[in-house]
């Protein structure tokens, strides 16, 4: 089973930034997108920012500008840089890695906990 384990949530004022990590580890055999999501309070879950096996990247139109995807592909690892927050970037991220584990070339699809980014004004 493949896990997911994200970090570098804080508090952070207004116009600050922040850098999330999300290691994935387990039986991996290929990565095909790796996504950042977040959910607010109140919200529901919006997709931020992903990349692909490729290196493709897509933004939410909220973070263009702001927030930067990237990924180490030998460390199966994906980074969301944000500069610039604002307090409606509160909530908790969540990192997602599609791909296929070892065993028998299979799907995957894996959540991580999540990680908590609080933006003051």
């Known amino acids: 089973q493949v896990q997911l384990v994200e970090s570098g949530g804080a508090l952070v004022q207004a116009g600050g930034s922040l850098r999330l990590s999300c290691a994935a580890s387990?039986?991996?055999?290929?990565?095909?997108?790796m996504d950042w999501y977040r959910q607010a309070p109140g919200k529901q879950r919006e997709l931020v920012a992903g990349?692909?096996?490729?290196?493709?990247?897509n933004y939410a139109d909220f973070v263009k500008g702001r927030f930067t995807i990237s990924r180490d592909g030998a460390k199966n690892t994906v980074y969301l840089q944000m500069n610039s927050l604002k307090p409606e970037d509160t909530g908790v991220y969540y990192c997602?890695?599609?791909?296929?584990?070892?065993?028998?070339?299979?799907?995957?699809?894996?959540w991580g906990q999540g990680t908590q980014v609080t933006v003051s004004s």
């Open positions: 387990g039986s991996i055999f290929s990565i095909n997108a």
């Open positions: 990349i692909t096996g490729g290196g493709s990247t």
């Open positions: 997602n890695v599609v791909g296929r584990a070892t065993l028998n070339l299979r799907a995957f699809n894996s």
